[in-house]
């Protein structure tokens, strides 16, 4: 609250100002997708939403986004998923078991690995990745076969899961930061009179530090998973080029909707820039959508915080 003074009234402004901006420019970027966007849609002679052929460059031009949205969405999850447990326990074991010395040690490890260019991730997962994860596919489908997203005739080491254990190693660091940031942050009287009660470590930390942390740690997976839907280079380099939805995640082929940006760009044409403008737009509003819903189960645990 502005007490009168040139300085509140001068603060007040400026972050103001910097909340109005940043809605601006996310309106901004918004507005122009759609603009750009506009002549390749009406060029379009397929289905923009529900088809899965991509062939801007073509006579007439088609193109959709369904195959593309859908891994989008699938890699990310499954990222999300392996990457959120582990990164919560590190975060637990820095901040509550590991020494001192152990605990600053790993979480500098941890933080440098956000600091590695997506290329390098990509050249790995091409490289050696790839050709360990066809193992573990044919593992996988072996004896969890039974399970949809596991199932197939065949498998592949350049496939959406493999593409998925490259973003989860992505986001890794970004989870695990923030979620230490909020466990660091549990009023210490919370866990003092967990313990005072006779309560183990584990038990502390079951009611008192992880009720206080679930909207920060909600946060941060989905910060995790905007980086994983938007992440470009290195699931370009990882994943093959197949037409075609499968629930069968570990066959070869796949694509999202960053990578095929990245893939198809050097041959662009005005209705393909377009097309691949287009794309972005719906990324974008899938982004937008995700981050509303996580906005929404925060604000339904407030009662927790």
Do not use: C
């Amino acid at each position: 609250m502005s007490t009168g003074r040139f300085g509140d009234r001068l603060f007040v402004l400026g972050t103001r100002g910097s909340g109005i901006l940043l809605l601006v420019i996310i309106v901004s970027i918004g507005a122009f997708l759609i603009w750009k966007a506009i002549d390749a849609l009406q060029a379009n002679e397929a289905n923009f939403l529900t088809s899965q052929v991509w062939n801007p460059n073509g006579r007439p031009p088609e193109f959709g986004i369904a195959q593309l949205a859908f891994g989008t969405v699938m890699s990310s999850f499954l990222a999300l998923i392996m990457a959120t447990p582990v990164a919560i326990g590190i975060a637990l074991f820095t901040t509550f078991y590991a020494p001192r010395r152990l605990a600053a040690g790993l979480s500098y490890v941890v933080d440098l690995l956000a600091a590695v260019p997506s290329i390098v991730y990509g050249l790995w997962g091409l490289t050696f990745l790839v050709t360990k994860m066809d193992d573990v596919s044919q593992f996988l489908n072996d004896y969890f076969g039974w399970i949809p997203l596991f199932g197939g005739d065949s498998v592949g080491g350049r496939s959406i899961f493999t593409a998925s254990v490259v973003l989860a190693i992505m986001i890794l660091p970004i989870i695990s930061s923030i979620s230490r940031e909020v466990f660091a942050q549990v009023p210490t009287a919370n866990v003092e009179a967990a313990l005072a009660l006779g309560a183990t470590r584990w038990e502390t930390i079951r009611i008192a530090v992880l009720p206080f942390g679930r909207s920060g740690m909600i946060s941060a997976a989905m910060l995790g998973l905007g980086r994983a839907m938007g992440e470009t280079i290195a699931v370009a380099m990882v994943l093959s080029s197949a037409a075609g939805i499968s629930l069968h995640v570990l066959r070869d082929g796949g694509g999202t909707i960053a990578g095929n940006i990245a893939n198809s760009y050097a041959e662009v044409t005005p209705i393909s820039q377009g097309a691949l403008i287009a794309s972005g737009l719906v990324l974008f509003a899938i982004t937008l959508v995700v981050n509303m819903g996580a906005r929404a189960i925060v604000a339904r645990r407030k009662e927790f915080v």
